[in-house]
């Protein structure tokens, strides 16, 4: 498998222009994740889908951000209007929730979008 | 709210040393922990996860420990290698698919 793929691998857009992160997880995976890592704050979850269904997204920062999963091999996280405190490398995450399964539970990233606002 | 707390924040050996790697949290409840290895500007590599219900994971020369009820886990590298120079990064899991990160440790290993 290729692992989790994501892109673009670096964005740089103007303040106020809508971003749009892609992730597509390992086949097989049922639970997809979208973080975010900056040197402050360090690496924090902003939410996660279960069987595409959004489970939690209390780390979202504010109603800037929104994120979809409208099938199992696609994702995507929104900023609109993005803002410069929005720069940040974002991650998505997936993992096999299904017990018996070769790495069940353990978590498995993408290489990172790294988003630039100016 | 779990709080990870990984000391030293920084870790520099020369090389064939071994590494010991500290992570301590604050909630017992947890119900699994995994270290990554994060390269400068790349994504996380899981290298181990250990469930709640086991005490150790080996994979080659890395070796996790885990301690629920004192709330600390440690992982050993051996004969460290200029190759596993990067910051590692535990995480812990509670019943739900949260996790929580710790800071890292960056580590150097000098030929």
């Known amino acids: 498998d290729a692992g989790v793929i994501q892109s673009p691998r670096h964005e740089v857009t103007e303040m106020g222009q809508e971003v749009t992160l892609r992730c597509k997880p390992i086949s097989g995976h049922d639970y997809l994740f979208w973080y975010r890592q900056t040197m402050m704050r360090g690496l924090e979850l902003l939410i996660y889908?279960?069987?595409?269904?959004?489970?939690?997204d209390s780390g979202m920062p504010e109603d800037r951000f929104s994120a979809k999963m409208p099938n199992a091999s696609f994702s995507t996280l929104k900023i609109q209007p993005s803002e410069p405190r929005d720069s940040a490398v974002y991650f998505c995450?997936?993992?096999?929730?299904?017990?018996?399964?070769?790495?069940?539970?353990?978590?498995?990233f993408g290489p990172g979008t790294r988003l630039t606002v100016l | 709210k779990q709080e990870v707390t990984q000391i030293p924040a920084a870790l520099s050996v020369p090389e064939g040393e071994n590494l010991v790697l500290n992570c301590s949290f604050t909630d017992s409840a947890i119900y699994n922990l995994q270290w990554f290895r994060q390269d400068p500007g790349k994504g996380l590599t899981s290298l181990l996860l250990i469930q709640s219900s086991q005490r150790e994971q080996t994979s080659g020369r890395l070796n996790a420990s885990l301690d629920k009820s004192s709330g600390r886990s440690t992982l050993y590298i051996a004969a460290s290698q200029p190759g596993d120079s990067a910051t590692y990064l535990c995480?812990?899991?509670?019943?739900?698919?949260?996790?929580?990160f710790g800071a890292g440790t960056t580590v150097t290993v000098r030929a």
């Open positions: 889908f279960n069987n595409n269904v959004p489970i939690d």
């Open positions: 995450a997936s993992s096999a929730g299904l017990a018996g399964l070769s790495h069940y539970n353990e978590q498995f």
């Open positions: 995480a812990v899991r509670p019943n739900d698919y949260k996790l929580s």
